[in-house]
């Protein structure tokens, strides 16, 4: 889906998720085909459907390219925050060169970015559900995120180490590889917090913390009783996307190659 946001002489068009079964979409802005870069449609015209050869395409990665490159060439912030919210509450907010302090409360933690790539990732030293945890889940690990993915994706025996920790009754459904699933009407019963680690440039441990609301995704489309849960299993890739990322207010700083969240 298209939404518009509008600030003097531009029009900015952002990309928003809809998961299939529209169960408690975001809205917020799209990852599009990469996990590592965002993009935005900039058009320079007043209105959206006027002139589509003046729009051009702004990468959103990590690395400093494009829009974002020439404003550290001029001196100016190289950054972004995100403001994304359930698709209930709406009005999610993107600020280019700068972040939103109205948006959230307390003071921003911020990490050092993992990697030299396009991608945002940090390393977390340990996972942990509903207080506790494994030796697989403390085991040291880079996580990606991605604002345009709703679920977490993790590798299949660390998906089931935290499910283990949330009931067993949570199992694979073959019917669509890598979901997993369990009886909606349990549901409601299952504390499911999930606790992910990062160091912040201070050395200090943080927590950014996806609740257990999170947990069910909606039923899966072949059976109504059954309700798809938020960890999919996908070996060789450990992303986190909006069912975390609503819960914070989180800056994107391009220039000094780190992430910041506060709470929202």
Request: proline share 6%; charged share 10%; hydrophobic share 40%.
């Amino acid at each position: 889906m298209l939404s518009q946001h509008r600030v003097p002489d531009l029009t900015i068009v952002a990309t928003t998720y809809r998961n299939p079964n529209n169960i408690d979409p975001f809205s917020g802005i799209q990852g599009n085909f990469s996990l590592s870069t965002i993009y935005l449609l900039i058009a320079t015209v007043p209105k959206f459907h006027a002139d589509l050869k003046r729009m051009c395409w702004i990468g959103m990665g990590a690395r400093a390219q494009g829009f974002f490159a020439a404003l550290i060439a001029q001196g100016l912030p190289s950054l972004f925050g995100l403001f994304l919210t359930p698709l209930s509450v709406g009005n999610a907010e993107l600020t280019i060169g700068g972040f939103d302090e109205t948006k959230f409360s307390g003071d921003l933690t911020f990490a050092s970015q993992a990697g030299t790539g396009a991608t945002w990732e940090l390393r977390s030293p340990g996972i942990s559900v509903n207080g506790k945890t494994t030796s697989l889940l403390k085991t040291e690990r880079t996580i990606i995120f991605d604002s345009g993915t709703s679920n977490v994706l993790f590798d299949t025996d660390t998906a089931e180490a935290m499910y283990a920790l949330i009931s067993p009754s949570i199992l694979p459904n073959p019917a669509e590889p890598g979901t997993y699933g369990i009886a909606c009407d349990l549901i409601p019963t299952l504390p499911a917090v999930i606790d992910i680690t990062f160091t912040s440039q201070q050395g200090t441990p943080f927590n950014l913390t996806i609740p257990s609301s999170e947990l069910s995704v909606g039923p899966f489309a072949s059976n109504a009783s059954l309700c798809q849960t938020l960890i999919n299993a996908f070996d060789g890739l450990e992303l986190v996307g909006g069912s975390l990322l609503k819960h914070y207010y989180s800056v994107w700083d391009v220039g000094n190659q780190r992430m910041g969240f506060a709470a929202v």
